[in-house]
């Protein structure tokens, strides 16, 4: 989902960056130094996850495990995807230095947001059933918020974004589906193994 260099207005990357300096020194404030293996790791996946690209005009489509990645480190979500997407913009030029704040605010902020939105399902419905749907959703709802945003941020640049944007929010529906799926399975083993780690970190 990464937007390429040349396509978004200068208003739209200033206001990126904006949004993703408040955001990354929120996660740093937030996070728990205790975890930042835990961190480090998850950086890690999230960065092997998105390299491989489907072309879709403008952009492309692939795995973001942004919204696991809000599920187990709340705020802390923003200093990972930053990182990752630093580096991949320097060694494989995918997305750019140029836009990295707005890529790292669509992919981190709707990951966040989708880690609060399992932690209130999570409260509500203390289950392992309850922690199963909590966790697809979370997976989901963090591919569908980065969709949504990035085509905020084509239509906000020029008219023109409209039908890429529409074009990339359908092309990730599937991508939502896989999402769920693999944060679901993957909650569901660290529950066995570290359950520790799913202490809810996003509020």
């Given at each position: 989902?990464?937007?390429?260099?040349?396509?978004?207005?200068?208003?739209?990357?200033?206001?990126?960056?904006?949004?993703?300096?408040?955001?990354?020194?929120?996660?740093?404030?937030?996070?728990?130094?205790?975890?930042?293996?835990?961190?480090?790791?998850?950086?890690?996946?999230?960065?092997?996850?998105?390299?491989?690209?489907?072309?879709?005009?403008?952009?492309?489509?692939?795995?973001?495990?942004?919204?696991?990645?809000g599920?187990?480190?709340?705020?802390?979500?923003?200093?990972a995807?930053?990182?990752?997407?630093?580096?991949?913009?320097?060694?494989?030029?995918?997305?750019?230095?140029?836009?990295l704040?707005?890529?790292?605010?669509?992919?981190?902020?709707?990951?966040?947001?989708?880690?609060?939105?399992?932690?209130?399902?999570?409260?509500?419905?203390?289950?392992?059933?309850?922690?199963?749907?909590?966790?697809f959703c979370?997976?989901?709802?963090?591919?569908?918020?980065?969709?949504?945003?990035?085509?905020?941020?084509?239509?906000?640049?020029?008219?023109?974004?409209v039908?890429?944007?529409?074009l990339?929010?359908?092309?990730?529906?599937?991508?939502?589906?896989?999402?769920?799926?693999?944060?679901?399975?993957?909650?569901?083993?660290?529950?066995?193994?570290?359950?520790?780690?799913?202490?809810?970190?996003?509020?």
């Amino acid at each position: 989902m990464h937007i390429a260099e040349g396509v978004l207005s200068p208003a739209v990357l200033a206001t990126g960056y904006a949004l993703t300096a408040a955001g990354t020194a929120l996660g740093l404030k937030k996070l728990d130094y205790d975890r930042l293996m835990t961190v480090a790791i998850l950086a890690a996946a999230f960065f092997v996850g998105s390299l491989i690209h489907v072309p879709i005009g403008l952009t492309s489509a692939h795995l973001i495990l942004n919204g696991m990645l809000g599920v187990l480190l709340g705020w802390a979500a923003f200093p990972a995807i930053l990182a990752a997407l630093a580096l991949q913009a320097l060694l494989f030029q995918f997305g750019g230095l140029v836009v990295l704040g707005v890529n790292t605010f669509t992919m981190a902020f709707s990951g966040v947001m989708a880690g609060y939105v399992y932690c209130g399902m999570r409260r509500v419905w203390p289950t392992p059933t309850g922690q199963k749907v909590a966790a697809f959703c979370g997976g989901a709802l963090g591919v569908m918020g980065a969709g949504l945003l990035t085509a905020v941020a084509l239509a906000f640049s020029e008219e023109g974004f409209v039908t890429a944007a529409r074009l990339l929010f359908l092309a990730h529906l599937p991508v939502m589906l896989a999402e769920g799926l693999i944060t679901m399975i993957t909650v569901g083993f660290i529950a066995r193994v570290r359950p520790e780690m799913l202490r809810l970190t996003a509020a």
